[in-house]
């Protein structure tokens, strides 16, 4: 799956012997809460 996606894939980095994995909608909101810290850094 990943190859096919290609460049649009991302990774979420993970501390070792954490989480083996996230469901949809904590890898969603992690990847918005990171485009809107990077928008508005005072935020």
């Known amino acids: ?3 096919e996606a290609g460049k649009r894939a991302l990774r979420i980095p993970m501390k ?3 989480t ?3 469901n ?3 890898a969603v909101a ?3 809460y990171e485009a809107v ?3 508005a ?3």
Do not use: D
């Open 37 to 39: 810290r990077r928008q």
């Open 20 to 22: 083996r994995s996230l």
């Open 16 to 18: 070792p012997g954490g």
């Open 1 to 3: 799956m990943v190859e």
């Open 24 to 26: 949809l909608s904590t």
């Open 30 to 32: 992690i990847v918005l």
């Open 41 to 43: 850094p005072g935020w």
